[in-house]
């Protein structure tokens, strides 16, 4: 079954506090992205991933780092979170970066 | 400049009306185009990919590429209410840039 799953799908935390999203997908795809949906500004790219301990800034990197230590498993981790890092972030997967891309379901994070 | 541009930014069509939605890119040496429908409160799934200037069909789901006019398109036939979704076009050269969606509603 071709899967991202994205844990949790909700999440509300205060401004300040340490915000932990995780991701997984259980295809063996090299590449995973996080990216943030916000309104008026579309799929914005924050991470991307190649393989295991090899990441890469995407457009939007400031205030967000990522982890990646097993291939089917991609954190996005926000260090004191912010508002303005209220959003919807979505994980996503290809086989290469030019391969279709699989995406999760998002995850609404407010922080407040 | 936005590598991806799509048009319009909403689309209302009554049901079994062709919807036909339109994306413009920067990058004429990218080969490599998906559309993907994106349902409200959900993820992205995707819908067509095109690799070659031409026509291919998915079912309900026509897209056409043109790069010498840097143009793809895509073509619902016979929407159905259920197709009310956001669409957004990518473009990977090779790496994925996405339009900011169309939202396409369909009334029955």
């Known amino acids: 079954d071709m899967k991202v799953t994205q844990m949790p799908r909700y999440l509300i935390k205060r401004m300040g506090e340490n915000v932990l999203l995780e991701c997984g997908q259980d295809?063996?795809?090299?590449?995973m992205y996080w990216y943030r949906q916000d309104p008026g500004l579309g799929l914005q790219l924050i991470y991307i991933?190649?393989?295991?301990?090899?990441?890469s800034e995407g457009d939007i990197p400031k205030g967000y780092r990522v982890s990646r230590k097993k291939r089917e498993h991609f954190s996005l981790i926000l260090d004191s979170a912010k508002t303005n890092q209220t959003s919807v972030y979505f994980c996503?997967?290809?086989?290469?970066?030019?391969?279709?891309?699989?995406f999760g379901k998002g995850t609404r994070l407010t922080v407040v | 400049q936005q590598k991806v541009q799509q048009s319009p930014e909403s689309l209302t069509v009554s049901e079994g009306a062709m919807a036909s939605l339109n994306c413009t890119f920067s990058?004429?040496?990218?080969?490599?185009f998906r559309w993907y429908r994106q349902h409200s409160g959900k993820g992205l799934e995707v819908l067509v990919s095109?690799?070659?200037?031409g026509e291919k069909e998915e079912g309900r789901f026509t897209a056409h590429l043109n790069r010498a006019s840097l143009h793809v398109s895509l073509h619902i036939r016979e929407p159905q209410p259920s197709d009310s979704a956001v669409y957004l076009c990518?473009?990977?050269?090779?790496?994925?840039?996405f339009g900011d969606g169309t939202q396409l509603v369909v009334k029955p």
């Open positions: 996503a997967s290809s086989f290469r970066g030019d391969t279709e891309v699989f």
């Open positions: 295809m063996s795809h090299e590449t």
């Open positions: 991933s190649y393989d295991v301990d090899s990441n």
């Open positions: 990058d004429g040496t990218s080969d490599n």
């Open positions: 095109i690799f070659s200037d």
């Open positions: 990518a473009m990977s050269i090779p790496r994925i840039f």
